[in-house]
């Protein structure tokens, strides 16, 4: 007896199944490649349909959002408080230092450890270039061709993909950080003990 299959679901559901399966951020070359070379769609054909699928989530609790690493299906930023408390451990706290730290890196990369303290005006641990680099948020892309060549780091795609950018041109102008209300209330800098702490 031979197996029946069914027809085969409109782009639009196969792009939405691969997008809430992959549990990552999908690129246009990836999700071609969920289809055979004969019934391969354009880049164009996935965009528009992409696109249209957005649209469909107009006023949702989800949405599409198109990051450095491609596209992926996520929680609206407008429900995520909610959602967040189906998970009972808190996220991750970060002390200043390391959020002063990685957005130093952000917006001068590329930059070296004696670089980000001169400005900073204090040292940076270890813990805090570890945790950043166990993160994957940065990266040593090169070395300063000075006496000790010391490392320089840059962000990498994941950084962008978990703040939700699809570029650096993405970041909110230095203007804007430096807002003292900038931040508000949403991000948790954790108390002066938070680890990694800097003395």
């Known amino acids: 007896m031979s197996l029946a299959y069914p027809s085969r679901p409109g782009l639009k559901a196969i792009l939405e199944g691969a997008l809430f399966a992959a549990g990552a951020p999908l690129t246009l070359e990836q999700l071609q490649t969920l289809f055979g070379e004969d019934e391969r769609p354009e880049r164009s054909e ?24 491609g596209f992926r299906v996520q929680v609206r930023a407008s429900v995520a408080p909610w959602v967040a408390r189906l998970w009972d451990e808190k996220p991750a706290r970060y002390s200043r230092a390391l959020l002063e730290t990685l957005a130093l890196i952000a917006y001068r990369q590329p930059i070296t450890r004696g670089e980000i303290e001169e400005i900073r005006g204090v040292a940076v641990t270890t813990q805090i270039v570890k945790t950043l680099t166990e993160r994957e948020w940065i990266r ?5 061709d000075v006496p000790g060549r010391p490392a320089l780091y840059a962000t990498t795609r994941r950084f962008l993909d978990y703040f939700g950018l699809r570029s650096l041109n993405d970041l909110p102008p230095l203007s804007e950080v430096r807002a003292p209300d900038f931040l508000g209330d949403e991000l948790d800098f954790g ?9």
Not at 47 to 66: C, F, H, K, N, T
Not at 191 to 199: F, H, K, M, T
């Open 46 to 69: 996935l965009a528009a349909a992409l696109a249209e699928l957005s649209g469909d989530y107009e006023g949702r609790g989800i949405e599409i959002a198109e990051v450095a690493g």
């Open 140 to 144: 040593v892309v090169g070395h300063r």
């Open 191 to 199: 108390d002066p003990d938070a680890v990694p702490a800097e003395s």
